[in-house]
């Protein structure tokens, strides 16, 4: 998906007042001009070349001192009102607390600055301190951590997954391999010895630098698209920080400029997510009995319903069969599964690394029919999305990534996020839970669920890895469903197949649990 769009050097902790300028549906508090504030909302002090102009203005009869209140009071207005343009202090209240000064008040110039700049809250810094891009940038990842949090009350995890995917697809533009990157196409598009550029010279190379470093945004959605880069909105965005519309940049502003760009089309791509959360629906029913929810779909090409894509992102699909059946005596669920890394370029580029990434997991799990949004909620939380499910019960999960109990193992767990691992056991045979690299190759799970006992043991590839006791009170109606995860640090392909319910077991095995 990426983004719409026309889809370090040390940043400064300034701020400033003024209107509002809008790009897409986003406002910017930066305007040129204006009074300028720190982070805390404290005035910017004035440097003290321009303090001092007025201090000699304002010295009626050439003492070096201000010597009586009119004195005093000319010249508070003065840079108040005139200097800064400060609007926001009232005049009455200006007026009393010189009204308020002894009668025999006297300052030098550096007294008059400290009372001065006390009495009226001014920061410690100046306004040599301000960066037009620092600001802008600060005033932006404000907007974009309420954008984030608008798409989680929104709608709830897929909002939260949403976010996240956008946040870990970004957060290269905070590392030193982003800023030393800049440093090198400035090097690249500037003459020997120069420090400065016209930003018409290198447009060209800014759009081909972004486009580049902004691949990434592939693994933003379901879909391979990424952010459009265009030069004429990257000049937009130029033009809302050229604070002196000079239309140059110098060598230390540029990392600057482009981590800004950055974050234009982080918000984008947040923005985008947005319309496409309020297209697609929370869930889609493959018939009366099943249903998709999250990141779920039916692959038709290859038969079978793949749970989560296996992109480098935060996902989250679900399986949910939706006829109950009795929680008495011995019910198996069987199904057979994939795992495998997505082939892209991660993985031609290291097919080893990439298996060792696989993760995070699948999960089985029983469900309550009578509870409420048992089969419309779909927002649990956990590495595999079941913990926290509206009805979830408990889950046997297939621990890839090692976020669940242990890596390569198979876990029992309860759907309440704060509970512990009720069990554990290492699968150590051949590649693993991974499967075969390979789309006809499946592996089989059985687990088995002793409703009557309260317990649990689960076959991996017909052969059996764990039996445990599960002391989770079960109610007499229950539902099955599969659900898988991943993050953008362990990642797979998770999909399954001939998904159903039967009273006896399978004795036969299968060769994949072996095979390298």
């Given at each position: 998906?990426?983004?719409?769009?026309?889809?370090?050097?040390?940043?400064?902790?300034?701020?400033?007042?003024?209107?509002?300028?809008?790009?897409?549906?986003?406002?910017?508090?930066?305007?040129?001009?204006?009074?300028?504030?720190?982070?805390?909302?404290?005035?910017?002090?004035?440097?003290?070349?321009?303090?001092?102009?007025?201090?000699?203005?304002?010295?009626?009869?050439?003492?070096?001192?201000?010597?009586?209140?009119?004195?005093?009071?000319?010249?508070?207005?003065?840079?108040?009102?005139?200097?800064?343009?400060?609007?926001?202090?009232?005049?009455?209240?200006?007026?009393?607390?010189?009204?308020?000064?002894?009668?025999?008040?006297?300052?030098?110039?550096?007294?008059?600055?400290?009372?001065?700049?006390?009495?009226?809250?001014?920061?410690?810094?100046?306004?040599?301190?301000?960066?037009?891009?620092?600001?802008?940038?600060?005033?932006?990842?404000?907007?974009?951590?309420?954008?984030?949090?608008?798409?989680?009350?929104?709608?709830?995890?897929?909002?939260?997954?949403?976010?996240?995917?956008?946040?870990?697809?970004?957060?290269?533009?905070?590392?030193?391999?982003?800023?030393?990157?800049?440093?090198?196409?400035?090097?690249?598009?500037?003459?020997?010895?120069?420090?400065?550029?016209?930003?018409?010279?290198?447009?060209?190379?800014?759009?081909?630098?972004?486009?580049?470093?902004?691949?990434?945004?592939?693994?933003?959605?379901?879909?391979?698209?990424?952010?459009?880069?265009?030069?004429?909105?990257?000049?937009?965005?130029?033009?809302?920080?050229?604070?002196?519309?000079?239309?140059?940049?110098?060598?230390?502003?540029?990392?600057a400029l482009m981590k800004f760009c950055c974050l234009h089309f982080k918000?984008?791509?947040?923005?985008?997510?947005?319309?496409?959360?309020?297209?697609?629906?929370?869930?889609?029913?493959f018939n009366e009995t099943f249903r998709m929810g999250g990141n779920t779909?039916?692959?038709?090409?290859?038969?079978?319903?793949?749970?989560?894509?296996?992109?480098?992102?935060?996902?989250?699909?679900?399986?949910?069969?939706?006829?109950?059946?009795?929680?008495?005596?011995?019910?198996?669920?069987?199904?057979?599964?994939?795992?495998?890394?997505?082939?892209?370029?991660?993985?031609?580029?290291?097919?080893?690394?990439?298996?060792?990434?696989?993760?995070?997991?699948?999960?089985?799990?029983?469900?309550?029919?009578?509870?409420?949004?048992?089969?419309?909620?779909?927002?649990?939380?956990?590495?595999?999305?079941?913990?926290?499910?509206?009805g979830g019960i408990f889950g046997v999960f297939l621990d890839l990534g090692?976020?669940?109990?242990?890596?390569?193992?198979?876990?029992?767990?309860?759907?309440?996020?704060?509970?512990?691992?009720?069990?554990?056991?290492?699968?150590?045979?051949?590649?693993?839970?991974?499967?075969?690299?390979?789309?006809?190759?499946?592996?089989?799970?059985?687990?088995?669920?002793?409703?009557?006992?309260?317990?649990?043991?689960?076959?991996?590839?017909?052969?059996?890895?764990?039996?445990?006791?599960?002391?989770?009170?079960?109610?007499?109606?229950?539902?099955?469903?599969?659900?898988?995860?991943?993050?953008?640090?362990?990642?797979?392909?998770?999909?399954?197949?001939?998904?159903?319910?039967?009273?006896?077991?399978?004795?036969?095995?299968?060769?994949?649990?072996?095979?390298?």
């Amino acid at each position: 998906m990426g983004c719409g769009g026309g889809k370090e050097e040390k940043q400064s902790d300034i701020e400033t007042d003024g209107g509002e300028q809008k790009s897409r549906d986003r406002t910017t508090k930066f305007v040129k001009g204006g009074p300028k504030r720190d982070t805390d909302g404290k005035y910017l002090r004035p440097t003290d070349a321009v303090f001092l102009e007025e201090f000699n203005i304002f010295d009626i009869n050439d003492s070096k001192t201000l010597d009586s209140k009119d004195e005093i009071r000319q010249l508070t207005f003065g840079l108040i009102t005139m200097t800064l343009k400060i609007k926001d202090i009232p005049h009455g209240d200006v007026k009393q607390i010189i009204e308020d000064l002894p009668e025999d008040a006297e300052y030098t110039f550096e007294e008059y600055k400290t009372w001065f700049f006390e009495t009226f809250g001014f920061s410690d810094k100046t306004v040599d301190d301000y960066s037009a891009i620092a600001h802008a940038s600060k005033d932006l990842n404000e907007d974009i951590q309420e954008k984030i949090v608008e798409l989680k009350e929104a709608f709830g995890k897929r909002g939260d997954v949403a976010g996240e995917q956008v946040s870990d697809v970004y957060e290269f533009i905070e590392t030193d391999q982003f800023l030393e990157a800049c440093n090198g196409v400035f090097n690249e598009a500037a003459e020997e010895g120069s420090d400065e550029l016209g930003f018409a010279d290198f447009e060209d190379a800014i759009e081909a630098f972004l486009t580049d470093i902004l691949i990434c945004t592939k693994d933003i959605g379901d879909d391979e698209g990424t952010v459009s880069v265009k030069k004429e909105d990257v000049k937009n965005i130029f033009d809302q920080v050229d604070e002196d519309e000079s239309g140059t940049i110098n060598r230390g502003e540029f990392a600057a400029l482009m981590k800004f760009c950055c974050l234009h089309f982080k918000m984008d791509s947040l923005s985008d997510f947005k319309e496409l959360l309020e297209k697609t629906p929370a869930y889609t029913d493959f018939n009366e009995t099943f249903r998709m929810g999250g990141n779920t779909f039916l692959d038709k090409d290859l038969g079978r319903f793949t749970l989560v894509r296996g992109k480098h992102q935060r996902a989250i699909g679900h399986f949910l069969c939706r006829m109950p059946f009795d929680a008495d005596g011995d019910t198996y669920v069987k199904l057979d599964y994939q795992c495998n890394p997505r082939e892209d370029a991660v993985w031609e580029e290291d097919k080893k690394a990439a298996n060792e990434k696989c993760g995070e997991g699948l999960c089985v799990y029983l469900v309550d029919p009578e509870a409420e949004g048992w089969d419309e909620q779909f927002d649990g939380e956990g590495p595999c999305g079941f913990q926290g499910k509206p009805g979830g019960i408990f889950g046997v999960f297939l621990d890839l990534g090692g976020n669940i109990g242990e890596k390569n193992a198979v876990v029992v767990k309860s759907c309440d996020p704060e509970a512990d691992v009720i069990a554990s056991e290492l699968y150590s045979k051949g590649m693993g839970l991974r499967t075969k690299q390979n789309d006809a190759k499946w592996r089989k799970l059985e687990v088995h669920f002793n409703t009557d006992d309260k317990k649990v043991s689960v076959k991996v590839g017909g052969k059996t890895v764990l039996e445990t006791e599960v002391a989770i009170e079960i109610p007499k109606k229950i539902c099955v469903g599969v659900c898988a995860g991943t993050s953008k640090t362990a990642s797979s392909r998770f999909s399954v197949n001939n998904l159903r319910f039967e009273n006896d077991p399978d004795d036969d095995e299968d060769d994949s649990s072996d095979e390298e």
